[in-house]
Nanobody, 115 residues
Framework: QVQLVESGGGLVQPGGSLRLSCTAS????????MSWYRQAPGKERELVAG????????NYADSVKGRFTIYRDNAKNTVYLQMNSLKPKDTAVYYC????????WGQGTQVTVSS
């Protein structure tokens, strides 16, 4: 069965960095685009970044452009989200997602940006 397991979240001060990881299993990872979403308290889940199956194309939400980088290692079945210059408004639960015949989500990892 498809599993997505996120890790790397935590508490960080404004201006700090975190790297999130999402390790996938149960499908041929290199065949599928992957994406990161986030959901802040009281808000809808929103797209943060996406990457094609080969990593050749990426897209970002305007709010994170220039600060976040999505990349993947198909040999490790893992997609990453490098987050730099973090701001309090980046505080949210971060999820990775894959769309096959249906959409699969990981369990999420909490990112809190606070001094």
């Amino acid at each position: 069965q498809v599993q997505l397991v996120e890790s790397g979240g935590g508490l960080v001060q404004p201006g700090g960095s975190l790297r999130l990881s999402c390790t996938a299993s149960g499908f041929t990872f290199s065949n599928y685009a992957m994406s990161w979403y986030r959901q802040a308290p009281g808000k809808e889940r929103e797209l943060v970044a996406g990457i094609t199956n080969t990593g050749g194309s990426r897209n970002y939400a305007d709010s994170v452009k220039g600060r976040f980088t999505i990349y993947r290692d198909n040999a490790k079945n893992t997609v990453y989200l490098q987050m730099n210059s973090l701001k309090p408004k980046d505080t949210a639960v971060y999820y990775c997602k894959v769309r096959r015949n249906v959409v699969y989500w990981g369990q999420g990892t909490q990112v809190t940006v606070s001094s």
